[in-house]
C-alpha cells in the first residue's frame, strides 16, 4: 500500500519555481523520502532523496519537516522539459537488504510557457 | 549507451500465450529490480535479486509469472497463460547498492498488451 499522498495535478509558469507537496504521515524512523519523474513513454529518473535534513542538488531541493510527516519537492526554475509526473516514494528496506521503493500515484506536473 | 535496456519496447500477445521479457542492467550494477505499472498507477514492485540470487518477491507475483538473473548479469521475466489483467507496463530497474543514494536506474520498460 502506498504510503505517500500527492496532488493529482499542478500547473507552473515556466522558469517560476514549482513546488510539490507530499504527505507522508506514516513514516518510520529509518525509512527514506525519495522523489523521481516520469516523463511520458520513459522509466522513472531519480531526482532527489532525503531522510531527515533538507537536501539540494543540481536539479532540485527537497525540503522535510521536522515531524517528517510530510516535504516538498522544489523546481528552482521549471522548464518545459520539467513537464512529466512527479512520484514521491518512500523506500522501506525489505528482505536480502532490498531497497524497496513503494510508490504512489504521483503529481502530473504541467509547465506552461 | 550504457544504461539499462529491455526487450522488447513492446509486447502483443493472446490471452493464454506465454510470454517473456529481457533486462539488461548497468553492467556492473549487483541489484536488479521489475516493477508492473499500469495506466494512472505508480510503479507497483514485482521482485528483487542481488546478483543470481532472487531475494524478494512480491504476493502481485502470481504463480504464473517467473523471474530469473542466471548468472547476476541480464534478468528474464516469464508470464505463463496471460490474461488480461496482466496488460501493464513492466519495468526494470538495477542499482549498484553502494553509496547512500542506491539510486535505481530504470530502463524504458516494455508495454504488454493481452487481447
Known amino acids: 500500500d502506498a504510503k505517500t499522498t500527492q496532488p493529482t495535478s499542478m500547473d507552473c509558469a515556466e522558469g517560476r519555481a514549482a513546488n510539490l507537496p507530499c504527505n507522508h504521515s506514516?513514516?518510520?524512523?529509518?525509512?527514506?523520502v525519495y522523489w523521481y519523474r516520469q516523463i511520458h513513454s520513459q522509466g522513472p529518473q531519480y531526482i532527489i532523496h532525503g531522510l531527515k535534513n533538507n537536501e539540494t542538488n543540481e536539479m532540485a531541493s527537497l525540503i522535510i519537516t521536522e515531524d517528517r510527516k510530510s516535504s516538498t519537492l522544489i523546481l528552482p526554475h521549471a522548464t518545459l522539459r520539467d513537464t512529466a509526473v512527479y512520484y514521491c516514494i518512500v523506500r522501506v528496506d525489505g528482505a536480502g537488504n532490498n531497497r524497496k521503493l513503494i510508490w504512489g500515484l504521483g503529481t502530473s506536473l504541467g509547465v506552461n510557457p | 549507451d550504457t544504461g539499462v535496456s529491455q526487450n522488447p519496447r513492446h509486447k502483443i500477445t493472446k490471452r493464454g500465450q506465454n510470454v517473456t521479457f529481457r533486462c539488461d542492467p548497468i553492467?556492473?550494477?549487483?541489484?536488479l529490480y521489475w516493477y508492473r505499472q499500469t495506466l494512472g498507477q505508480g510503479p507497483e514492485f514485482l521482485t528483487y535479486f542481488q546478483n543470481e540470487a532472487q531475494l524478494e518477491k512480491s504476493r502481485l507475483l502470481s504463480d504464473r509469472f517467473s523471474a530469473e538473473r542466471p548468472k547476476g548479469s541480464f534478468s528474464t521475466l516469464e508470464i505463463q497463460r496471460t490474461e488480461q489483467g496482466d496488460s501493464a507496463m513492466y519495468l526494470c530497474a538495477s542499482s549498484s547498492g553502494l553509496a547512500w543514494i542506491d539510486e535505481q536506474f530504470f530502463g524504458p520498460g516494455t508495454r504488454l498488451t493481452v487481447l
Open positions: 553492467s556492473e550494477h549487483n541489484r
Open positions: 506514516t513514516i518510520s524512523g529509518n525509512e527514506y
